[in-house]
């Protein structure tokens, strides 16, 4: 096993400030990656603090600070190996992805409650997704495991330690790859089906498209739930979606081109089954089901 320098409490609450007053800088020039997921399903800050120094050397990953038990997501497609008898890296996983490249995550959660109980073991449904297998095949964008404060990061603020390993090999700093990884609207089995409801406002409405500037999104009927988003998403709007107006207890039906643009909208999507690109919310790979659009 390799040897995870980690995050202390006290060294991750300096760094992410230091790190926010030099403007937290932006990927490295000249280093190009293929796109992952991000790691994190969900609301997550993060900074370069790759090659940091910490207490056991230099931070060999990046830090990514989310609330405890979000969603850890497979960055790509791969087979997954349990690590459990680190105390340090505390509940962790191995990702070793389809291109070749291994992804450490550290610190999976451990605690039964939301509070710091430690009354968790490193097992599936507490650590790690419920249902996965240690040396299992997962596809990019599956859950994996849950963040949390496990190991030396016990009674700090939950983050997933990301590490990256090209071809098996030395870390590398991951901020450049989390700068372009893909982040999912929503993460469900491949094939399982879905819907979503979509808050935003209206960018530009066509005939039979509407982009909007998604600021939440819930998933049903797993429950998912993300706020404070400014995603633009473009959606089919076919012939059977139904499309209305309301104004104060009034409503009336209408046209996707009577939308306004900057308009206030909530869009629910047609049953689906799940895929990457419909988690990703590629353009046109979800289609309206009903459109409403607030009258100001």
Partial sequence: MRRHRTTARGALFLLL??????????????????????????????????????????????????????????????????????????????????????????????????????????????????????????????????????????????????????????????????????????????GKPFTLELDGTVMKPAALTLQVKVSAVHAWPMGQHQTKLRRPLLLNVPDTAIVQSTYGSSTRETTILSARVGQTVKVWTMPATASLKTERGDDLSLDAALVLLRAS
């Fill in 17 to 190: 400030v230091a790190g926010l007053l030099a403007g937290t800088a932006a990927a490295r020039s000249g280093v190009t990656t293929k796109p992952i997921v991000f790691p994190v399903l969900g609301a997550a800050h993060y900074i370069d603090d790759f090659g940091a120094p910490r207490p056991g050397g230099l931070h060999q990953g990046i830090d990514i600070l989310a609330a405890k038990k979000s969603l850890a997501l497979a960055a790509e497609a791969g087979k997954v190996k349990f690590w459990t008898t680190s105390a340090s890296a505390g509940c962790m996983l191995y990702l070793y992805g389809a291109s070749g490249t291994t992804y450490d995550y550290v610190h999976l959660n451990n605690d039964l409650t939301r509070g710091d109980d430690n009354r968790g073991k490193c097992v599936a449904g507490t650590s790690y997704a419920p249902g996965l297998k240690d040396g299992g095949k997962v596809a990019a964008g599956q859950p994996v495991g849950f963040v949390g404060d496990s190991g030396d990061a016990d009674g700090g603020h939950a983050h997933l330690h990301f590490e990256v390993h090209p071809g098996g090999g030395k870390a590398v700093d991951g901020y450049p790859y989390l700068q372009t990884a893909q982040h999912l609207l929503f993460a469900e089995p491949k």
